[in-house]
């Protein structure tokens, strides 16, 4: 037993190798003890894969020939002693930070039968990247993978629909499988969206992202794209877009969307 306790800043730290060997060894055997704790352990690690399998496609990017100027330029006399700041890594990493804030990662993208132009295309780009990166952030969760559960479903509609300033509501998807787990508040690129969380009896989850910035007309018409191991449909419907994510089969995900996309227009 350690003689300092084992905090859950201790378990994130072991999760992303920060650790010293001792406390590394100390939480390790803690870790032996409580295999609750070792489950959300190993949740955070399939976490971290995901995020680095969805931003695998930017971060091998080659790095901007204004970048790799700086990074290769020589110092300066009066800086000449001093070692470099930043590796040519670290500002890779960076320029792939601003290349997902300014472009939503337009590079893993496709397009796909009856879509809508290109121009039209890029615009609705960043609602279903948002949505991907929530599903893979929130989904993994096995201690709190919503806000409000399913249990207190009606203050959760409530509260959503106040946030957003518009009624929403889960859509029913028992008969495909998908049971609602609950539901959660995230901020958007202007102001707060929405996302439902559904499980199956494999333990699979699926998301639906809704936001009120998109305000695109016309564009009722399913997207696919596809983010690293996610799948995402989305559409948008006057001024409301929305989004279904999960990794599971494109035939299959497309299926519930088509029963999500029904319920929303009634």
Not at 20 to 49: D, F, G, I, K, T
Not at 174 to 198: C, H, I, K, T, W
Not at 204 to 228: I, K, V, W
């Amino acid at each position: 037993m350690s003689p300092n306790p084992i905090s859950e800043n201790d378990l994130h730290a072991y999760v992303d190798a920060l650790l010293p060997p001792l406390r590394r060894a100390e939480v390790e055997a803690w870790l032996a003890e409580h295999p609750n704790e070792m489950a959300h352990v190993s949740a955070w690690r399939e976490q971290n894969a995901a995020l680095r399998e969805l931003f695998r496609p930017v971060l091998d990017e080659d790095l901007p020939d204004r970048l790799r100027r700086l990074a290769e330029a020589a110092p300066q006399p009066v800086e000449r002693e001093k070692k470099p700041i930043l590796s040519r890594w670290a500002l890779q990493r960076i320029a792939a930070g601003l290349l997902l804030a300014t472009l939503g990662a337009l590079g893993g993208w496709f397009g796909h039968g009856q879509y809508a132009s290109s121009e039209r295309l890029a615009r609705l780009v960043p609602l279903a990247h948002q949505a991907a990166v929530a599903h893979v952030v929130y989904s993994p969760d096995l201690r709190r993978p919503v806000e409000v559960g399913v249990e207190q479903e009606e203050q959760l509609v409530k509260w959503l629909s106040k946030r957003l300033s518009t009624p929403v509501k889960p859509p029913k998807l028992g008969d495909l499988g998908y049971e609602l787990v609950g539901g959660r508040l995230l901020p958007g690129n202007s102001g707060p969206v929405a996302q439902f969380m559904y499980q199956d009896a494999l333990g699979r989850r699926m998301t639906l992202y809704l936001t009120p910035e998109n305000t695109e007309p016309h564009a009722a018409g399913f997207r696919f794209a596809r983010e690293g191991e996610i799948n995402v449909f989305y559409w948008v419907d006057g001024s409301f877009g929305y989004a279904l994510s999960a990794a599971i089969d494109k035939g299959e995900l497309a299926r519930v969307a088509t029963a999500v996309y029904a319920q929303l227009a009634r």
